[in-house]
């Protein structure tokens, strides 16, 4: 049974806030009135009314960033400020926010898959709250390797460039360097994804009803 609370809606692209201005926004919600949850739409125009913004595409892609941003801030333990700041203000169109995060961060890794603590696994592409309990619990009785990673539900396509197995790294990556991690990631998002991407815009009202999108991370904890 589904736990009921309360929830709003933000309406994307209709002002110009930037992302981080609607992410810390939302992080206030959860923070001060402990919002069930906040839920994103991209801006449709009814009408070409002088009034209203200027027509233009929904903008679905930025819709979607939102709502990966908004799942790290609920479950992965970030804050705002770590995916966004004055400088970086927007989502990236090419990387999901855990993978622009990580590589923007690349001094915190490889992370030692045997020793990280549960929070650090959090941090890692690929691994979520699923993966990364199956991780430590598996550990307590033998070391992993990649090839248990993909047993336990990590998706190695991601996690691949950020983590080590016993100090060794994922045998296909040949090179921890910025560039060619980016370079992968970003050819999967255009694999995975067809980008641009076409979203389909969740409601308000699926709350009692949570989206494919929803379930499959939640039962494979793939972000």
């Known amino acids: 049974m589904f736990q009921l609370g309360?929830?709003?809606?933000?309406?994307?692209?209709a002002t110009p806030e930037t992302d981080l201005k609607i992410l810390r926004l939302s992080e206030g919600l959860y923070n001060k009135y402990k919002l069930k949850r906040v839920y994103y739409s991209?801006?449709?125009?009814?009408?070409?009314?002088?009034?209203?913004?200027?027509?233009?595409?929904?903008?679905l892609l930025r819709e979607n960033r939102l709502y990966q941003a908004d799942w790290?801030?609920?479950?992965?333990?970030?804050?705002?400020?770590?995916?966004?700041?004055?400088n970086h203000q927007n989502f990236n169109n090419l990387l999901d926010p855990k993978c622009d995060w990580a590589?923007?961060?690349l001094d915190k890794f490889p992370i030692?898959?045997?020793?990280?603590?549960y929070f650090?696994?959090?941090?890692?592409?690929?691994?979520?709250?699923?993966s990364a309990k199956r991780i430590i619990r598996a550990r307590r009785t033998f070391n992993l390797n990649h090839d248990e990673l993909k047993k336990l539900g990590v998706v190695m396509k991601r996690a691949r460039y950020f983590i080590t197995c016993g100090g060794k790294y994922y045998e296909h990556v040949k090179y921890f360097r910025e560039g060619?991690?980016?370079?992968?990631?970003?050819?999967?998002?255009?694999?995975?994804?067809?980008?641009p991407i076409n979203h389909i815009q969740m409601s308000l009202f699926d709350l009692l009803t949570p989206s494919k999108e929803d379930r499959v991370k939640c039962l494979t904890g793939s972000i």
């Open 180 to 195: 060619f991690i980016t370079e992968n990631l970003v050819s999967l998002e255009r694999r995975n994804y067809k980008l």
């Open 72 to 86: 790290l801030l609920r479950f992965y333990g970030f804050k705002s400020e770590e995916l966004l700041n004055e």
């Open 42 to 59: 991209a801006y449709i125009p009814v009408n070409n009314d002088e009034n209203l913004p200027a027509a233009s595409p929904p903008p």
């Open 6 to 13: 309360q929830t709003t809606q933000l309406i994307v692209g």
């Open 103 to 105: 590589l923007r961060n």
């Open 112 to 117: 030692e898959i045997n020793t990280a603590d």
């Open 120 to 130: 650090t696994l959090l941090r890692i592409p690929g691994i979520g709250v699923i």
